[in-house]
């Protein structure tokens, strides 16, 4: 078995190449770290130098120019970082690297819940509704049509704060709407396309309306409403054009769905695009109103007394343990070093057993009232060089108010910088206590913030790897570098909170 020579190799002086992952005919995807983050897992996709002509480059510059926009402005569309063209002048794009399933594969299973249908569905629809709402060219909006929406290249992956997250990807033969440029040939697959792709017309938002509807009859059943009689051209073309599409109980006589799901699916699949929904913001109308109606409530995050009793080898009763870290944080007083302003540091709160890992905040005393209930969210970034540096974010969110960000710096080379991450690792949760200005000599408020397990994993293995590494500059540039970064991600993490059910994590 012969070894790919591009494992190890670091591209554009940034990106190691790890291993293939993923092979078409516009190109091969590497699984890669980005070493300026600090190791990073992403994912690198190079044009195939079998179809390096100028039609193709620009086919996919503009891919990643597409992706790039719509994944600023949607979590449902798979985001790309970076562009470029290596030293032997093939081009690829940088993206996110996502571990998940494809809904082919998931359906292939078993056809979907209803439940899990509408929350599929949804997350579809709010991904089209990006891409048909268009991004600026030249100071132009345009809208894309996919023009190849179908269970393959929709992923599925596990996300810590919303469960089941989906992505669109492969916007590879995706158009601007404004285009009308002909194809030299039919781009699709024949089994979604809609009659007027078929036809080679110019397209709106309503084609990609009617793949969908194909696509979530496929989900409901297992089965696509129509089918041709031969795989061809031809075949499909009749099939789309003048074939009824199957209902529902003629595939499974057993499936019971409310009637406004089968009227949703059956008018997204209406020959004419006129007789289709005119958006996917009208098909998201209906599908959470439905969701709303037969959805199970997601569980609340693991309360941080939980995580703590399970974490823990103090052999204490879980109740006193959790209400004498509450009662500690709450007695806690603003340290006399400190001073009284809008701050935000990490603390290792002493208690009988073992230290806790805090975060103390002093803010004016209306915004922590305001911010009472709220959605907690965090997430770390690491850089190894040039001196090992990690950003440890926090977020206070709530629909009236929006986002308070809470970011603060962990030098990974000092022993509290490394014993404060390791017991975030542990423990998997730490506790913010918040302070008000006009009353700095007491705590008014505790909160808890679970930590997912993926990150706590990487907690673990970077305060591992930096007792190895070895700084070559000072601790401010790893700031500045991380600041930066974290200034990027702010949208991203916005879209995800703005996504979230704020009742998922209250605080108490």
Known sequence: MTTDPNNGRLLANRYQLVELVGKG???RVYQAKDMLLGGVTVAVKFLSQTILDQTKRDRFAREATICAVLGEKSIHIVRVRDY???EMEIPFYVMEFLQGKNLKNIIKQRPLSLPRFLSMSRQICLGLQCAHQGIIIDGILCPIIHRDIKPSNILVVQD????????IFDFGIAKLQSDDTPSPSFMGTLAYSSPEQIEGKQLDNRSDIYSLGVMMFEMLTGEIPVMAETHSFAGWYKAHHYQP???FKSVNATLKLPSAIEDLVMSCLAKSPSDRPPSAADILETLETLEERFSKRRKPPQRFEEALSQTSVIAEPKQTLALSAEKICQQASWPKDKPLAEIVFPHLLPTSQEALPTLWIMLPK???????ISTRYNQFLFLMSPHPMMLWITTLHNRPYGPRWLPCYLDLKTAFGQKITRLLAVTGSYHLLLFA???PQRCINVMTSTIASPQCQLLQEWANTSQTLISVAGPTMSKTLLKQEFEKLKPKILMKLEGMHTESDLSG
């Open 366 to 372: 209306q915004e922590i009232l305001n911010r009472h």
């Open 160 to 167: 810590s704060s919303l469960g089941e997250l989906v992505k």
């Open 245 to 247: 599409p199957k209902s």
């Open 25 to 27: 005919s516009m190109g």
């Open 437 to 439: 200005l006009e009353e």
């Open 84 to 86: 470029g063209v290596d």
